[in-house]
């Protein structure tokens, strides 16, 4: 189904005719630049592209009143120093005789963009929009902003498709303070904020900016700010935002539409954000709200920020891993999967020709072309019958005999027929993901020859230079003996028989008893350790008795291929259930997974145990270090 890009050439007509220094950074050429970067690097082609059409009158009144409407549509006739007197009542906007067709087109492209998903039509997409819409009010045009593109589209898709539950996520650097106001009585709307705050001294300059806010009457507890009290964010900022405060929230709601207020002026290199996430955070924010709502991720563009165009800007590195941790702290009030590069912690970007345009191609939505995740499974027994998706390669080579017994000669369990055949397929899948021939697998194995397998899994990975793996151990498997606890192994162990930090490399914790404790534990601990340690690869080993069920592997199989890069290798048993091998086969290639059920909270026994281990973990792990500032400071 692929993903859309909506967009329509005569959003880029209005434009500032007088000199107004605060607004002149609205202008047509952010658009226009955004969609050619697009055109360039060959994306569009690579969409489902739909053309914009107006939305009705009917459809903005789903937000605004008449009066409001009646006043913008009187625009088209009005001429320059009557507009000039018009935009002088409203903070930070401007009109032209095109701006009522503009920001009509601008809602109607969000409409379109949400049908095309609710209908199946398109996985998820993206609309490329002007002007924003995100502080706009009900009756007051504000920052830019004369109709709420994304509360129209989130009442468009309560009315037309009868949604209870919708997800909006505005990562622009200003509060959207319009989409609060609008929703902040409606439970059906949970509406989460960053932005730049600085105890209320930074545009919009609102009290109700604060994390204090968090909604009225039936709606409270359904906003939620997160006030940046300082600039330099940088991308462990925005990945512990996610892990630890909106992603809990968001599949406790259990949203079946995400909405994503998409301002890039909270990336870096630009002048009024002054943040410093680079592009690939945003993919990687993307992919993490894609385990949402089944994978239906709709981004509104509302700022796109002002970047860097000069040729010779140098790209941020991918092979560093995170050395600083999070310094963020609430108000003292209180493509088809495209593999997602390694997050860089600083870049050197300029805010240099000031030529407008968002980091958009690094979205990661799924697209129409050849699939960027090359999926290879080595299987046997029942499972090599399977019906498995199109896309997925049916691997049939083996690694030579010599050299596979070789490395089954430690293990007498892998000297057998069965074993070591099955053994040879596995270790040429392996090496296909470290050669970069396929992104990802599945591969299984008889129930005695897991445990070595996966030993020499990591023996071999090692041996080929990889530096960084991390093998998160399902139900009751030990650290392999004889093992180097080095720095180059991150072992997780979900379902061990207590929780305990052998090393600060090596972690066991019992399988949680309810979807609150596992996701507690996945994004409390599995992610911000993945997060930190930046593995090169991920082996996700499925052992006995791990006690999980087909959603829960498919969710952690889902989350961890966003740190990976998508190169995350899951050894089964051929034993296992065909739908959880098919269902994994979906994920890994990027599908959204499977709903997780009815939410049941954590238990204390639980809540203790993720507890007692991050206490001990947090010295040594910096996304873990998640902390408020001093009261008055």
């Not at 009522?100 to 809602?107: G, I």
């Not at 924003?132 to 129209?152: D, E, L």
């Not at 995740?373 to 019906?387: E, K, W, Y």
């Not at 180059?488 to 490399?505: C, E, P, Q």
Request: contains cysteine; negative net charge.
């Amino acid at each position: 189904m692929g993903t859309a890009l909506v967009y329509h050439e005569d959003m880029t007509a209005a434009r500032l005719l007088w000199d107004d220094p605060e607004c002149e950074l609205e202008r047509p050429e952010r658009l226009a630049a955004a969609l050619g970067l697009l055109r360039r690097r060959g994306l569009e082609r690579r969409c489902r592209r739909l053309s914009a059409a107006e939305a009705s009158e009917a459809e903005l009144a789903l937000v605004h009143s008449p009066e409001y409407v009646a006043l913008v549509r009187g625009t088209q006739a009005l001429d320059e120093g009557e507009l000039q007197a018009l935009s002088r009542r409203y903070d930070a906007v401007y009109f032209h005789p095109s701006t009522y067709h503009c920001a009509r087109l601008a809602v109607g492209a969000a409409l379109q963009l949400v049908d095309a998903v609710l209908t199946g039509t398109v996985h998820n997409g993206l609309a490329l929009v002007r002007p924003p819409g995100h502080h706009s009010q009900r009756a007051v045009a504000n920052g830019f902003c004369v109709f709420n593109n994304v509360a129209i589209a989130a009442k468009h898709a309560k009315q037309k498709y009868g949604l209870h539950r919708i997800l909006i996520v505005d990562w622009d650097i200003h509060h959207g303070q319009g989409i609060q106001y609008i929703f902040e009585d409606d439970p059906s709307i949970l509406y989460f904020s960053w932005h730049r705050y600085e105890y209320g001294r930074f545009w919009p300059f609102l009290r109700e900016s604060d994390a204090d806010s968090v909604g009225q009457g039936q709606g409270r507890g359904f906003t939620v700010n997160l006030p940046w009290n300082q600039v330099g964010m940088g991308n462990a900022d925005y990945l512990a935002a996610f892990l630890h405060v909106l992603l809990p929230l968001a599949f406790e709601f259990d949203p079946e539409l995400v909405l994503v207020s998409a301002g890039f002026d909270s990336a870096i290199g630009d002048p009024e954000g002054q943040m410093q996430a680079t592009p690939e955070c945003f993919a990687h924010l993307t992919q993490l709200l894609h385990t949402l709502a089944g994978g239906r991720v709709c981004a509104v563009l509302e700022c796109p920020g002002v970047h860097s165009a000069r040729s010779g800007c140098p790209s941020p590195s991918l092979d560093k891993p995170p050395t600083r941790g999070p310094t963020w702290s609430p108000s003292t009030r209180s493509p088809e999967g495209q593999p997602l590069p390694l997050l860089p912690e600083s870049s050197t970007y300029e805010a240099a020709g000031a030529v407008l345009n968002p980091p958009l191609d690094l979205l990661a939505l799924h697209t129409t072309s050849t699939p960027a995740i090359r999926m290879a499974v080595a299987l046997t027994g029942l499972c090599a019958t399977l019906a498995l998706p199109p896309e997925v390669l049916l691997q049939e080579g083996s690694l030579g005999r010599e050299e596979t017994e070789a490395w089954a000669r430690p293990h007498e369990t892998l000297a057998q027929d069965k074993a070591f055949s099955a053994l040879g397929q596995f270790l040429f899948l392996l090496d296909g993901i470290l050669d970069g021939k396929v992104t990802c697998g599945i591969a299984a194995t008889s129930a005695c020859a897991r445990a070595p397998t996966l030993d020499v899994a990591i023996r071999r990975s090692l041996s080929r230079g990889a530096q960084r793996l991390l093998c998160l151990a399902l139900g009751e498997l030990d650290w392999p003996l004889d093992l180097d606890d080095d720095g180059r192994i991150l072992w997780l162990n979900i379902g061990g028989k207590k929780a305990a930090v052998w090393s600060t490399f090596h972690i066991s914790i019992p399988l949680p008893g309810t979807t609150g404790g596992l996701l507690n534990c996945i994004l409390g601990l599995v992610l911000p350790l993945a997060y930190s340690f930046q593995p090169e690869l991920v082996l996700v080993a499925v052992g006995p008795a791990h006690g999980l069920q087909e959603p829960h592997v498919a969710l952690l199989a889902a989350m961890l291929r966003v740190p990976a890069a998508g190169r995350v290798l899951v050894l089964l048993e051929e034993e296992s259930a065909p739908q959880l091998v098919r269902t994994l086969s979906l994920v890994l290639r990027g599908e959204a997974p499977p709903s997780l059920g009815p939410f049941l909270v954590a238990s204390p026994e639980d809540t203790q145990a993720l507890t007692h281990l991050r206490v001990q973990l947090e010295p040594l792990w910096k996304l873990l270090q998640v902390a408020s500032a001093p009261q008055g400071t």
